[in-house]
């Protein structure tokens, strides 16, 4: 199963993150591995609305051709949708590929740091 962390941390979270599966990798060991990390709970939050999710969840089932075929299929604005795939997008959680959307991760956990 294809699964995305996203972590709520600091930078050095994520270069701890990085060290381990580097030093996992040159032992000959697994090191692929899916993260991404928001800064605060409040960032991831306002980056995983229930909108957002919908569309995650959408295009992990189907994928679309274009944000426009995606916001028809969603019978959403145009506009809002855009705006969506952009922050998802840059986020790391949705993949563009010749063009193509999609979200391929079979499951997407969140885990906030201490």
Do not use: C, Q
């Not at 609305?49 to 274009?66: F, M, N, Q």
């Amino acid at each position: 199963m294809s699964k995305l962390t996203a972590h709520v941390g600091s930078a050095r979270d994520m270069g701890r993150r990085f060290s381990a599966a580097f030093d996992r990798a040159a032992a000959g060991g697994n090191f692929e591995e899916r993260h991404v990390t928001f800064l605060s709970l409040e960032e991831m939050m306002a980056a995983l609305t229930p909108k957002r999710l919908e569309l995650l969840r959408y295009l992990h089932r189907t994928g679309a051709d274009s944000v426009k075929a995606l916001a028809r299929e969603l019978d959403r604005d145009y506009k809002r949708v855009h705006e969506d795939v952009a922050i998802l997008e840059g986020a790391g959680l949705i993949v563009r590929e010749d063009g193509r959307l999609s979200a391929p991760w079979e499951a997407l956990t969140a885990e906030v740091s201490l």
